[in-house]
Nanobody, 128 residues
Framework: QVQLTESGGGLVQAGGSLRLSCSASGRTFSSYAMGWFRQAPGKERDFVAAISWSGGSTYYADSVKGRFTISRENAKNTVYLQMNSLKPEDSAGYYC?????????????????????WGQGTQVTVSS
């Protein structure tokens, strides 16, 4: 079974940058689609970004387009989320997720139900 571990969260000033990492166990990582979701206290878990197993397709929530970039480095079994121009409303727990599904379209990649494997989360706090 796949295990995911996030890192890189912390406290940052508004307008600053942060880079999150998600490391996966297992040698099947390169065949998995990867996603990032976030959840603030008392709120539902929201889609942030996703990348296909090949890295050829990426998807972003409208709220982060132009500011966040998702990428993967399969040789290191790692997916990244580069976050620039951070805003206080970006503050949340950020969760990495993995899916073996081979699907197309933003609808599927934005669905939490598509991902059977989840990390424990890393906290991002943006101060104003």
């Amino acid at each position: 079974q796949v295990q995911l571990t996030e890192s890189g969260g912390g406290l940052v000033q508004a307008g600053g940058s942060l880079r999150l990492s998600c490391s996966a166990s297992g040698r099947t990582f390169s065949s998995y689609a990867m996603g990032w979701f976030r959840q603030a206290p008392g709120k539902e878990r929201d889609f942030v970004a996703a990348i296909s197993w090949s890295g050829g397709s990426t998807y972003y929530a409208d709220s982060v387009k132009g500011r966040f970039t998702i990428s993967r480095e399969n040789a290191k079994n790692t997916v990244y989320l580069q976050m620039n121009s951070l805003k206080p409303e970006d503050s949340a727990g950020y969760y990495c997720a993995a899916s073996p599904a081979r699907v197309s379209g933003s609808y599927y990649y934005a669905r939490a139900a598509m991902y059977p494997y989840w990390g424990q989360g890393t906290q991002v706090t943006v101060s104003s």
